[in-house]
């Protein structure tokens, strides 16, 4: 149960992203933006990912 309620945040967020901002909207107001604004957000929103994956297979935690 402990697990659950430490992960429930991340899932509620990715589940309201997932609902609400349909990709070919996000990137439309993205390169609206700009053309260097939109390169960044994507960098960004792909280490966000990236990070997220590593926390929930347990990147980072050593028990050796």
Excluded at 3 to 22: E, G, H, Q, S
Excluded at 54 to 62: C, E
């Amino acid at each position: 149960m402990k697990t659950f309620l430490r992960f429930f945040p991340i899932a509620f967020v990715a589940l309201f992203l997932t609902l609400f901002l349909t990709s070919c909207e996000a990137i439309g107001e993205i390169f609206k933006a700009g053309a260097w604004t939109g390169a960044i957000m994507v960098i960004l929103g792909i280490g966000i990912v990236i990070w997220l994956i590593s926390k929930l297979f347990g990147g980072g935690s050593s028990n050796t």
